[in-house]
């Protein structure tokens, strides 16, 4: 006998019967979703002090051959210390009673810089566990904002292990860099700027690595925008986790490894991105070295690996648009040696 399920929202606004077909199922994934935006909006108001509003670029998609399009480029390259995990970061901070042993992070490489850089402009003591292939900027801007680090391991998993082991032995508050519901939330506001910025969007394309920044990102937006999530191929935690129906480990590699391969995508973030993504494309480390040239070649914009995967995947004509297609893509990070100022 099928039995109908009733069901009210955690905020008493609605309640629906709902049946056990195929059908029901999805309908009922939606209306389970949270409803993140009302929290969203409050941590936008928390963090504003603290972060930047970046600014967006519109190029015309001919400039990359892309007949017609309509490109509008999110710099998030240049929020503090140079990546969007600011916003997680100082959303975590913010919103969480944080004991006076501080906080404790592990991270490929931006989390730890955007909690190093917001910990110490709030005054509060952290530490960061960072494995060895972290790039130089990275460590470097960590060093300089003269918080603890520990280098270790040679994976995100293996960081993420060390900094578990310590955060065991002491009263400190881990900060996950994307299975975290404020982590979440503070990804979430790039999206809330980004819609006040360019209001019509069609299609929106962002990089996954554990999913923080899209998760947010789509919890802001619904299925209001198609939202396509971009991998690289050495590192496709989302699409493993798609292909098997719940997170599982996926290859840990690619030349964006300090960024996008933290070996599987959150549990937090999983049935968000399960339920709003539209398509998910992997990017080849090829790729990514075209798209990075071409930002500097077209913008003078200086982007690292896993901060170019979303355009790259777009250049590579992996994303398939139509004439007139209103495209936003999201530059990540910014935090790449590769730069010489020499000549
Ligand atoms: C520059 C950049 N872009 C994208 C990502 C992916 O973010 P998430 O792990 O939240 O999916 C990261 C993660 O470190 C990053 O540093």
Redesign the pocket.
Known sequence: MVQDRALTDPMGRWRICIGTSPIDEVILRHLMLPDRRPQIIATEQVIRPHVRRTPVVQISGRELGLQGTSLTLKLELLQHAG?F?TRGAFSNLLQRPVPPAGVVAAS????GVAVAYAASSLGIPAKIFLPSVSSPAKIERIRGYGVDLVIGGESYADALAASEEWTRRSEAMPIH??DQEETILG?GTLGLELESQAPDLETLLV????????SGVASWYGRRVRLVAVEPEGAPTLRRALDAGRPVDAPVGSIAVD??A?RRIGERNFPILRDTVSEVVLVTDEEIRAGQRRLWDLLRVVA?P??TAAFAALLAGKVRTRPGERVGVVL??GNTTAVDFGR
């Open positions: 990546a995990k490929g490489g931006n989390h860099a994307f990804q990089a996954v690595g554990g999913g923080g920044l899209l960024s996008l933290p690292e896993g901060g990540s990070g």
